[in-house]
Every structure is written in C-alpha cells, then in structure tokens.
C-alpha cells in the first residue's frame, strides 16, 4: 500500500495513476502555510490579465452595431416610434487573438426599455426575447433587456451565426459564444436575482480580438431589432480577460464562495468550491484540497457538476480536520465540478474565519495562478 504524503497536515495518498505523484509534488509548492500563493514556480507559466472599466453602457447601446456594422441611418431607424438616439454596441477592449481566454464581467445600475429606470443588469426577469439577427450579427434568444455582449474580429461580414439560445431560467457558469454571436452576460454572477451567484466565465472564441456590449432590443422583444428610443439608464461594467494555454492542458480555476458574509456564533455557514476547466484539454481525475476552517466545525458536504460527482475525505461531524475530495472521473473543456461544504460555526464575535482550498488533476496545468483561493468572514 503507497504510503500517505502530508504537507501542513494534509495529505495525499498516491493513486493508481502515476501523475498522482506529480500532485502530491505541487501541493509541495502551493499548500505551505495553508495554501497561500506565494511560491514563485506558481505563476511561472500565468500571462497578465488585462481588466477594462468601469466603463457606462447606455441602455440605448444597440449589440448589433459593433464597429459601426450599421450606417448612420440604418442605426437612426432603429427608433422604431421615434425618441432617444440610439448609440452603437460600446467596445469594451481589444486583445489578441488566442486559444484558452475567458472573462469576469460585472456589472452594475439601473436600465428600462419604457422610460422608468427599474431593471438591473440580468433584465425584467421574463425570457421571452426572440429578436431577428442583422447583418452579421446573430440573433437574440434569452431574458428580456439584460446587458448582452459580442465578439468580434475586425469589422464584421458575411452571414450571421446560429443564435445563442438561452432560456434565462438558470444562468450557467460558463458561456461560450462564437464569433459575431450575441451572447448573455446580465450582471456576470450564476444567481438569477441580480448580484448573487458565482462569477461566470465567458470564454472567447480563439480568432477574437474585440468584445462588445450593449442591448438587445425589439418591438415587444420578438422579430427585427429596433424599439431602442425609449431606453434609459445605463450599467456600469468591468470586466478581466485571462489568458491561459493553448495546449493540450487542462486549466482549471477555482473559487471560494460562501453562502453569506454576515453570520454569528451557532450559525451554519455553507462554502461552495466551483471548480472550472478552462481548457482547452480534458482535465482527469480531478482533486479538491480543503480544510474545516478555524473557528467552525464539520456538517456534511455535498458534489455536483457534470463529471462524475465524486467522493469526499472529511472529519466527523462536529469535529475539524482536512478535506480531499477526488471527482473520479475527466472533465471536458468548460465544465464546472462543485463542492459545498457545510460547517458550523462556534468561534465568537469579531473572530476571523479564514477558508483556503487549492485544486489538481493527473492533467498538466500551465496555470497555477488560479488554482487557489481564499475567503474570509468576520463573525459579526
């Protein structure tokens, strides 16, 4: 029997396939001092992420004009009953052209397409939208009037791709548009009330190297595009571009999320870890390495994702201890493994409650910059 690896505590048992091994080593350089980033081999193969913003999107921002697609007239008509002006897609940044690039975007403020400022960055909330492409631009299917983008390369031509349909009633964690394809992105979280949820990821298509943003709009949101004079308001919205490999690697990222930032002593606080594969490759045999933090102790623990769920090494319940979870299976490029830990807490009022956990796989990961994260509540 291969006998355990232990680094601060935690430990890893080699597994039949020989790259466990190569696991147990990289948790050598990203868990010392409970998985801190600070070992520089980490970011040895991380390119810089450029970020935009904040920057104001009009809500009279029409999607379907990016790099002026439109003449002045044709983007004039798109009144429809007269009104306000409407204005072209705002290009929010230009960036090369490569394989394995997704966004964070976030967006915030108030919009209306009847005069009233009332709706956030996901829309009304219904998801009825079903309006025509124009020129090169695909269609919309979705929420109704939420802050949509585009990616493009160059001025755009030729045919539009197929729409992007998306019901609205659930907001994936990743979205992967083509090129000229108009594509959801609301206020950029998973929760379908505005600013709840986990960050969504957008990936890019490989030939872009411009992304758009505005609104999708028509007369009772259903065939061609126009309706824009009555819009009012604006978002403002931020957004980081993140560069990772163009192998056969598999990059994954992680995030700590927990399920509120106010709790008191006796409270049960849940964390979920969305653990993402960027690509472009499949990641196999996935791990998650977490721990019960100070200050809590042990409920349960849940999995889900598209894999193959899962299973979990934990303390007994109402004790504290470490936490490694294998997904037991190979997650395909985009997908999201997930696992949410219920503790309870037991520190008192102002005590620190600090979470890390750290993710890998048998796969190679070129970007090790994102394979950590961390949370912290302060109990109230």
């Known amino acids: 029997m291969n006998s355990p690896i232990c680094v601060s505590k935690i430990c890893v048992t080699n597994r039949k396939h020989t790259a466990s091994f ?5 948790l050598l350089a990203i868990l010392p001092l409970w998985l801190l980033l600070a070992a520089a081999n980490m970011t ?3 390119q810089p992420a450029k970020s935009f913003g904040p920057i104001s999107v009009p809500a009279s921002s029409v999607i379907f004009d990016p790099d002026n697609v439109l003449t002045a007239a044709e983007l004039a008509a798109l009144t429809t009953n007269g009104g306000i002006q409407p204005l072209p897609a705002v290009k929010a940044m230009s960036f090369s ?3 394995g690039q997704f966004f964070e975007i976030s967006a915030t403020g108030l919009v209306s397409f009847d005069g009233v400022e009332s709706n956030g960055p996901d829309g009304n909330g219904s998801p009825s939208s079903n309006i025509f492409s124009l020129k090169s631009i695909s269609g919309y299917e979705g929420p109704v009037f939420p802050l949509v983008g585009v990616f493009t390369n160059g001025h755009p031509s030729g045919s539009p791709p197929a729409d992007y349909s998306f019901s609205g009633f659930t907001e994936p964690a990743t ?4 090129l000229n394809q108009v594509f ?6 998973t929760g379908t009330n505005s600013n709840s949820g986990a960050p969504q990821l957008f990936i890019v298509p490989a030939n872009a190297t411009e992304l758009w943003l505005g609104f999708a709009d028509a007369v009772d949101f259903s065939g061609p595009v126009g309706a824009y004079g009555d819009n009012v308001g604006s978002l403002n919205v931020s957004g980081t571009l993140y560069q990772g490999s163009s192998s056969l690697d598999a990059d994954l990222f992680l995030r700590v999320i927990p399920s509120t930032t106010t709790v008191h002593q006796g409270d049960v606080l849940t964390y979920a870890f969305p653990v993402w594969n960027l690509g472009p490759g499949d990641a196999d045999q996935e791990v998650l390495i977490t721990q019960v933090p100070p200050g809590t102790t042990f409920d349960y623990i849940r999995i889900s994702g598209t894999p193959g769920l899962g299973t979990c090494t934990t303390p007994p319940y109402g004790e504290t201890g470490q936490i490694i979870c294998h997904e037991n299976a190979s997650m395909a490029p985009n997908t999201t493994w997930t696992v949410r830990l219920t503790v309870k807490v037991t520190a008192s009022s102002v005590t620190l409650i600090t979470e890390d956990a750290a993710t890998l796989a048998d796969t190679l ?4 910059s994102n394979n950590t994260a961390t949370v912290s509540i302060t109990v109230q």
């Open 175 to 178: 979205f992967s548009p083509q």
């Open 22 to 26: 190569r696991i147990a080593s990289l």
């Open 184 to 189: 959801f992105i609301g206020d950029g979280l």
């Open 97 to 99: 052209a490569a394989s």
């Open 44 to 46: 040895a193969h991380a």
């Open 365 to 368: 990961d070129p970007d090790l």
